[in-house]
């Protein structure tokens, strides 16, 4: 299905939604201030233009009033993308995604109504760091501010025993949703006590951020 979508602001992580959006097929309606990063565009994206998108006047012009999902990703200049979003919302644009700066710029638009902020350098930066952690942690997705899910493969440590002989939900307060077996191709969602995991299941771990550092310091 092709859905509408405009993304504002070409830098690289702009770019690389754009340019991934329009791989799948989406139109795209591209969006830069800056000529040259227009002109990148003009034979990826469905639609290309220069504009100030801090200008009511040119939002209007361009139609954007009828996308279903606009992304803002202005980095630097965190009182255009601020002001970007609010003419947006007036608009009445049902879904609006942005690119925080930090965390000051992330309250703002959490205020103004964006309706997702992300903040990819310190997500990735997140992300990365539990991989340095053990080369066993495959991914670490966040919930909340001090809530996550990660993704684990089952090492040594926790060879051959079952989640009861681990003691996991008493011993580290964080619960298995889920377990990948390695041979298997099926995925085990509602896994029993007494399954015996081994080397290389995947484990899905969900619970507090103190609590799952325990669990991978002392079993990934
Ligand atoms: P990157 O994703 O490369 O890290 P960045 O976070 O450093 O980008 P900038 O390079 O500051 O962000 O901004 C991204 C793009 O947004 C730039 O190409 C810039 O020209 C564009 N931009 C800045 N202000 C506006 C504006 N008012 N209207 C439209 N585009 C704008
Ligand atoms: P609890 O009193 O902790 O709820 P339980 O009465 O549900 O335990 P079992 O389901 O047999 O008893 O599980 C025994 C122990 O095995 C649990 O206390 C927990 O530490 C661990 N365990 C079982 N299932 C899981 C799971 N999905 N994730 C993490 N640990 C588990
Ligand atoms: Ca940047």
């Known amino acids: 299905m092709k859905r509408e979508f405009a993304v504002i602001g070409l830098g690289r992580f702009g770019g690389s939604i754009c ?3 329009s791989a799948d097929g989406m139109d795209v309606l ?7 990063k227009v002109k990148e565009f003009k034979n990826i994206a469905a639609h290309a233009v220069i504009a100030d998108t801090t200008d ?3 939002l209007k012009e361009l ?9 803002v990703a202005i980095g630097d200049d965190i009182q255009a993308s601020i ?5 947006l919302k007036e608009l009445g644009i049902k879904k609006i995604t942005v690119k925080a700066q930090n965390d000051h710029h992330e309250k703002v638009l959490n205020k103004i ?8 350098e310190r997500d990735m930066g997140k992300r990365i760091a539990h991989s ?12 909340s501010d001090d809530h996550s899910i990660v993704e684990v493969k089952v090492g040594v440590k926790m060879d051959g025993k079952t989640l009861l002989d681990l003691d996991i939900r008493a011993q580290y307060g964080c619960n298995v949703v889920a377990i990948k077996e390695a041979d298997e191709k099926g995925i085990n969602v509602s896994p029993m ?11 899905i771990v969900i619970g507090a951020d103190k609590d799952i550092s325990r669990f991978e310091k002392e079993l990934v």
Do not use: C, F, K, Y
């Not at 591209?30 to 040259?36: C, G, L, N």
């Not at 002001?83 to 003419?87: A, D």
């Open 19 to 21: 340019r991934e959006l």
């Open 56 to 58: 009511e006047n040119v």
């Open 193 to 203: 006590a007494t399954q015996e995991i081994e080397q290389d299941d995947i484990l």
């Open 132 to 143: 340095i952690i053990s080369t066993n942690i495959l991914d670490h997705l966040e919930l």
């Open 63 to 71: 139609g954007v009033r009828n996308i279903d999902h606009v992304i």
């Open 30 to 36: 591209a969006i830069d201030i800056q000529e040259d």
């Open 83 to 87: 002001l970007s979003t609010l003419m």
């Open 113 to 120: 109504g964006a309706d997702h902020v992300v903040h990819p």
